[in-house]
């Protein structure tokens, strides 16, 4: 807990907050770099890096927003769990397909 324990608790929430949006504007660039719809400057293993360095960033983030006491991890899981199945339920449904590359 090296960083709640240096920041405090709603630093590192802040902290959480501002890396997610990060990791979402990486996620757009490299969306539309996919896409080619709306070029971006970047290029594909730019995109990559940026969406793997926010992804890190949320994560260990994440890990020490583990350490809290309002965390519960089974919680946590079970919420996983229901949410993916939620997404299985959806994508099966018959209006949405997946493909792979």
Known sequence: MILIDTIGEPATLE??????VELAHACLKLARYERGENPTPK??????QSV???LADVWVTMGELTQ?????SPMFN????NKVKRMRERLSDGKHSISCK
């Open 52 to 54: 793997t360095e926010e």
């Open 43 to 48: 290029t594909k293993d730019e995109c990559i």
């Open 78 to 81: 079970i919420r996983c769990n």
């Open 15 to 20: 902290l959480m907050a501002e890396e997610c």
């Open 68 to 72: 809290v006491d309002w965390w519960d």
